[in-house]
């Protein structure tokens, strides 16, 4: 130990690098020029003797001050001094190593300003470990954001994972630390090892890596930054002038890892060039023109969604530099690439962004709001500016450095909603009360923003299913500012309402319509993605029916997608299905691409409602829908007919226009591996008035099926041939019409003539039997009257003498002699009384009033006659 060395030392602070407790090395190691000498001081624990060779070549064997390893030694200073190190270990092997706590950082105070306000869009440039020169000597910066660190160092292999011997300088109070470290080399690992203000040491990896050991990413390594000649420039150019809302766009949604999967299989290479390969013929053969890769940023191995590095490019099948070749080879393909970003959740790990610092930094601190339930991840915190500022710069980076075109972030409405799958109690409102995180709010219209500001032409993609209201509207207009959102609604209602057999649907046929309803209320893109179907295989398995019957439905279900209004998106999947199968199926995508792009009725007016027009879609009980998409040419009008029904259905359908339709595409046609009912002929519109049109024409479609018509106007001379049929057609129609009025009239006349010599005859055949009835009870009624007077009554009679007028019997025969009397001319009836006797009575009278006057003339009348 020398001892004037020793009392020029301050040994508080060497005490700090000794116990690793402070955060300002550079105040005690490296070369400090005291008087005319210089002190040069180091902490190698890991050697067993540090010798300092000067820029003249003079070597100087350090000091043991310490026995952890601490070395000092005091030189002559001299202008233009520099030195280096020769650390000798226990075997005598000796390394030269410069000395990292010479260089001043280069972190301004200018980049913590704006990286606190978040507002440092190229921030990757200066966290992270960036490999350069500093003074002639090639090293790599270090630097990294941990505010609540009370000590970090860089460990690494370069430093046997020894966190005492390259501990970082804070550079200011905004938390950033900052060391270069020279020697260090492409390809070594590395990690940062924080300790808390408790004591409590732990490793975290870089957040800003743009390589990592592992998917894991929990070791960190040194990357060069890239140096590739990009050769897409005219996409790019004209890029910038993409028409988002009038172009057609397909895009089929894949993982790499599916595809390195089957190339693994095949005994073919793994890397990005050969997945290059793959991809394009995939997607040419499809007939696609865009395609959204799901993370490619190293992530989980089963859940592809939780991203464990966001700067670092899967290192399995190449490098940063092989994935943008992956790229550029599209680009001249024109495919666009979209990326997956996860911008709203990271894993929860004992590693990585969680609890990075020791304390709650990417996160948010309160578990009401920093984590989804239910799950292992967690929420950034978007009210922390540096945290917003990691995202914005990770989707710049990937947006310039690999000319990705577009993104798409996974479902925002977790963050956009405070009380999202949380109950009562379980949350904590905005300032305001609310359930609005405003926070996230503002992030994504900041991020949409900065997207547009660099290029319009990129693509911004979300899902949302909490029916957050204007996301694709511009955020001058009070919008998030995407310019797409997925339907997920459109997607689970068709899909519920395919699974339902044929003889069901009819009683679930809005949950097809109803799409219709809000497609107007934002932009959207129709998804069939990995998170509804998972490829192939899975969506025929969610069908009915047998093997044929599941076929028809999956066609059917895809031909609606295509036709109904939305840009349009098919998750890839593994087929898992024959060869033939496989080809048809293929065969038919590329004709639905082919028919989707060769017409714009399908993509031009997607988003305003001149676009789309029911024909009939209250045909519950049948189970059909029609209706036309439209352009801004009358000419390019499609109509669409489909039959969800499991039986074959002739139907009158109404068209806008005279002319022929002629089918362009049927689900049922053999190439597909359907049964062949088909419309192969043009078919001529007819002047027969249908669902409230003028004009309709016959369709006949196999059972599951869609056919989509194109309408072909008349020339000038067949348009004056069938005016003059039609004229002519409705002069027969006039002049049927009036005969078989004429005719009617007639008849109607001919009609009422017999109604009324049926209502005489029928009235008089009603008064005559209503006469023979009254006759008939009149009788009864005197036969009742008289049937009064009994047999007592008779004899009665016979012992007075009293005739039936009165009179004495026998005065008259004194003065005449007995005649017989005069027969009366009234019909008689015999009546038969109980005793048995037959008596001769008169017919019934209808008084007794009139039987007296009669009794009397007759009296008068025998008087006469004797006379």
């Not at 100087?60 to 520099?82: N, Q, T, V």
């Not at 300003?113 to 490999?131: C, E, N, P, Q, V």
């Not at 900052?178 to 870089?206: A, H, M, N, S, W």
């Not at 009422?752 to 009864?780: F, P, S």
Request: charged share 30%; net charge negative.
């Amino acid at each position: 130990m020398n001892n004037r060395l020793y009392k020029l030392m301050n040994w508080p602070e060497i005490e700090e690098i000794i116990y690793s407790d402070g955060h300002d090395p550079h105040r005690i190691l490296g070369a400090h020029k005291v008087g005319n000498s210089v002190l040069i001081q180091t902490f190698r624990p890991d050697y067993a003797e540090v010798k300092v060779v000067s820029s003249d070549g003079k070597t100087y064997k350090m000091d043991l001050e310490d026995d952890a390893g601490f070395y000092a030694a005091l030189l002559p200073y001299k202008a233009g001094f520099s030195y280096h190190y020769v650390l000798v270990d226990q075997t005598g092997k000796e390394t030269v190593s410069h000395d990292p706590y010479v260089y001043e950082p280069l972190i301004t105070r200018e980049d913590c300003i704006k990286f606190s306000s978040g507002m440092h869009d190229t921030i990757y440039d200066k966290l992270g470990a960036h490999m350069m020169k500093r003074d002639g000597v090639e090293g790599v910066n270090f630097a990294v954001w941990a505010p609540d660190a009370a000590r970090v160092s860089v460990i690494g292999d370069f430093n046997n994972w020894d966190g005492r011997i390259h501990q970082m300088r804070r550079v200011d109070e905004s938390g950033i630390y900052e060391l270069f470290i020279p020697d260090v080399t492409e390809g070594q690992e590395y990690q940062f090892e924080c300790k808390t203000r408790g004591g409590e040491i732990f490793l975290r990896p870089d957040p800003y890596a743009t390589r990592t050991k592992d998917y894991k990413a929990e070791v960190s390594v040194v990357a060069a930054a890239p140096s590739y000649k990009w050769d897409d420039k005219a996409w790019m150019t004209q890029r910038k002038t993409y028409d988002k809302t009038g172009s057609a766009l397909s895009i089929v949604e894949l993982s790499l890892d599916g595809f390195a999967q089957t190339a693994f299989e095949d005994n073919e290479d793994v890397t990005y060039a050969a997945l290059a390969a793959r991809v394009i013929h995939y997607v040419k053969a499809n007939g696609f023109n865009a395609i959204e890769l799901l993370p490619v940023c190293e992530h989980d191995e089963i859940h592809k969604f939780d991203v464990n590095s966001f700067y670092a490019i899967k290192g399995e099948y190449g490098t940063a530099a092989d994935f943008m070749d992956f790229i550029n080879a599209c680009h001249k393909e024109g495919i666009r690439v979209i990326l997956d970003w996860t911008a709203t959740y990271f894993p929860k790990r004992d590693y990585g962004l969680s609890y990075f610092d020791g304390h709650a930094l990417y996160e948010y601190e309160d578990p009401g709001k920093g984590t989804q339930p239910g799950t292992h991840r967690l929420i950034f915190d978007y009210g922390r500016k540096q945290v917003t500022n990691f995202l914005y710069a990770n989707a710049l980076y990937l947006l310039k450095e690999f000319h990705i075109d577009g993104l798409r972030i996974t479902d925002i409405s977790k963050v956009l909603y405070l009380d999202y799958d949380r109950k009562p109690g379980e949350w904590t409102p905005n300032i305001y009360g609310g359930y609005e995180n405003l926070e996230a709010v503002e992030f994504m219209r900041e991020l949409t923003q900065k997207v547009n500001q660099l290029d319009q032409g990129i693509l911004l993609i979300t899902k949302e299913t909490a029916c957050w209201p204007h996301l694709t509207d511009t955020v001058e207009e009070g919008g998030l500012g995407f310019d797409y959102k997925w339907n997920n609604g459109w997607s689970h209602d068709c899909l519920e309402y395919m699974k339902y057999d044929p003889i069901f649907r009819g009683q679930h046929h809005n949950e097809l319509t109803f799409s219709m309803m809000y497609s107007y209320t934002e932009k959207f893109i129709l998804a069939l993605s990995h998170e509804d179907v998972g490829g192939y295989p899975f969506l025929k398995e969610m069908m009915p029916g047998d093997d044929d019957q599941k076929e028809s439905n999956v066609r059917l279900i895809l031909a609606y997608m295509m036709v109904h209004p939305g840009k349009k998106m098919l998750y890839h999947g593994r087929n898992a299905v024959s060869m033939e199968r496989g080809l048809q199926m293929e065969n038919f995508i590329y004709k639905l691409n082919m028919m989707y792009f060769d017409h714009p009725a399908l993509y031009e007016l997607d988003d305003v409602t001149d676009g789309f027009e029911w024909i009939n879609s209250m045909a519950a009980d049948l189970c059909m829908l029609a209706f036309v998409r439209k352009s801004s040419k009358d000419e390019e009008e499609l109509l669409v007919v489909m039959n969800m029904a499991g039986v074959e259905r002739e139907f009158r359908v109404g068209v806008n226009h005279d002319g022929r339709y002629e089918e362009i595409l049927n689900t049922d046609a053999k190439d597909f591996g359907g049964s062949g009912v088909v419309n192969d002929r043009k078919i001529e519109a007819e002047l027969i008035e249908a669902d409230g049109r003028k004009y309709s024409v016959p369709v006949k479609l196999a059972p599951l099926s869609l056919a989509v018509f194109s309408y072909i106007p008349y020339t000038d001379k067949e348009k004056k041939i069938r005016k003059i049929r039609e004229e002519a057609h409705e002069k027969k129609i006039a002049e049927q019409e009036k005969s078989r009025s004429l005719l009617l009239s007639k008849h109607e006349k001919e009609e009422a003539r017999m109604l009324a010599e049926l209502k005489a005859k029928y009235e008089k055949e009603l008064a005559q039997q209503q006469k023979a009835i009254e006759e008939k009870y009149d009788k009864i009624e005197e036969e009742r009257i008289f049937a009064i007077v009994s047999d007592a009554a008779i004899e009665k009679l016979a012992e007075t003498g009293t005739n039936e007028d009165g009179s004495k019997k026998g005065a008259s025969d004194k003065k005449a002699p007995k005649k017989a009397v005069k027969k009366v001319t009234k019909k008689s009836t015999i009546t038969k009384f109980p005793e048995g006797k037959d008596v001769k009575k008169p017919a019934a009278k209808k008084s007794t009033s009139k039987k007296t006057s009669s009794s009397k003339s007759s009296k008068k009348k025998d008087t006469g006659d004797k006379a």
